[in-house]
T-cell receptor, first 113, second 114 residues
Framework: KAGVTQTPRYLIKTRGQQVTLSCSPI?????VSWYQQTPGQGLQFLFE???????NKGNFPGRFSGRQFSNSRSEMNVSTLELGDSALYLC????????????FGPGTRLTVT | QKEVEQNSGPLSVPEGAIASLNCTYS??????FFWYRQYSGKSPELIMS????GDKEDGRFTAQLNKASQYVSLLIRDSQPSDSATYLC??????????????FGTGTRLTIIP
C-alpha cells in the first residue's frame, strides 16, 4: 500500500506571496492532519480534516487554511508569507481519527526569503 | 506546564545496551500514546503505539504506559547505530466533539555509540 505523499517537496517563496501544499493520504484513510515543524517550536498542529470538514484547528493565524476533497486528498494554503513561516510542513493520515495511528508523509520544506 | 514533556538529550548509549526514553503528559484523560522516530532531515516514522497500562513489545522496542503516573516510556534493547535519531512522544485524547489531535513532545535526541 502506498504511503502518504506530499507535493511539492521543496519550495522557495518570497515574503508576501502565497503557497499551496498538497497531500494524498494512504488509501482508505479519511483523516488528514497538518503540522508545522521548526527547530525552535517542534511539531505544531495546524488542523485536521475528515470527510471534507475541518474538525480541529491549532493556534495558527488565519493566513493558514486548508481543505479536503471528496477523495480525502488535502491541501493547505498559506497567504501573505512571512519569514517565520519557513518550516517543514508535514501531513499525516489516519483511518478515522487522530486517536488511531497516524502516518506521516515526507513533508514539504518551505523557505521564505 | 507543557502538555507533553521529554528530556531533549542528547542521550548517549553504547551499542548493544538498552536505551530508555521517557515522556510525561499533563492531561489525565489522554487515551492514545505513540512513539515516533525521526532521522535528521526526514519525517517522523511511527514505531510504537500503546493504549492501555502496562508493557507492549515489538521486536527490540518496548513501550510502557502508566496512566496513574502519567508517563510513557520507550525501551530499545540491543541498541544499534541505526537507532540514532530523535524520538518523539505523542499523546492524544478523545473528545466528545470529535476534535482529537496529537500533541507532540519536543523529542529526545538519541546517539548510539559504536
Amino acid at each position: 500500500k502506498a504511503g502518504v505523499t506530499q507535493t511539492p517537496r521543496y519550495l522557495i517563496k518570497t515574503r508576501g506571496q502565497q503557497v499551496t501544499l498538497s497531500c494524498s493520504p494512504i488509501s482508505g484513510h479519511r483523516s488528514v492532519s497538518w503540522y508545522q515543524q521548526t527547530p525552535g517550536q517542534g511539531l505544531q498542529f495546524l488542523f485536521e480534516y475528515f470527510s471534507e470538514t475541518q474538525r480541529n484547528k491549532g493556534n495558527f493565524p488565519g493566513r493558514f487554511s486548508g481543505r479536503q476533497f471528496s477523495n480525502s486528498r488535502s491541501e493547505m494554503n498559506v497567504s501573505t508569507l512571512e519569514l517565520g513561516d519557513s518550516a517543514l510542513y508535514l501531513c499525516a493520515s489516519s483511518m478515522w481519527t487522530p486517536l488511531h495511528e497516524q502516518y506521516f508523509g515526507p513533508g514539504t520544506r518551505l523557505t521564505v526569503t | 506546564q507543557k502538555e507533553v514533556e521529554q528530556n531533549s538529550g542528547p542521550l548517549s548509549v553504547p551499542e548493544g545496551a538498552i536505551a530508555s526514553l521517557n515522556c510525561t503528559y499533563s492531561d489525565r484523560v489522554s487515551q492514545s500514546f505513540f512513539w515516533y522516530r525521526q532521522y535528521s532531515g526526514k519525517s517522523p516514522e511511527l514505531i510504537m503505539s500503546i493504549y492501555s497500562n502496562g508493557d507492549k513489545e515489538d521486536g527490540r522496542f518496548t513501550a510502557q504506559l502508566n496512566k496513574a503516573s502519567q508517563y510513557v516510556s520507550l525501551l530499545i534493547r540491543d541498541s544499534q547505530p541505526s537507532d540514532s535519531a530523535t524520538y518523539l512522544c505523542a499523546v492524544n485524547k478523545e473528545s466528545n466533539f470529535g476534535n482529537e489531535k496529537l500533541t507532540f513532545g519536543t523529542g529526545t535526541r538519541l546517539t548510539i555509540i559504536p
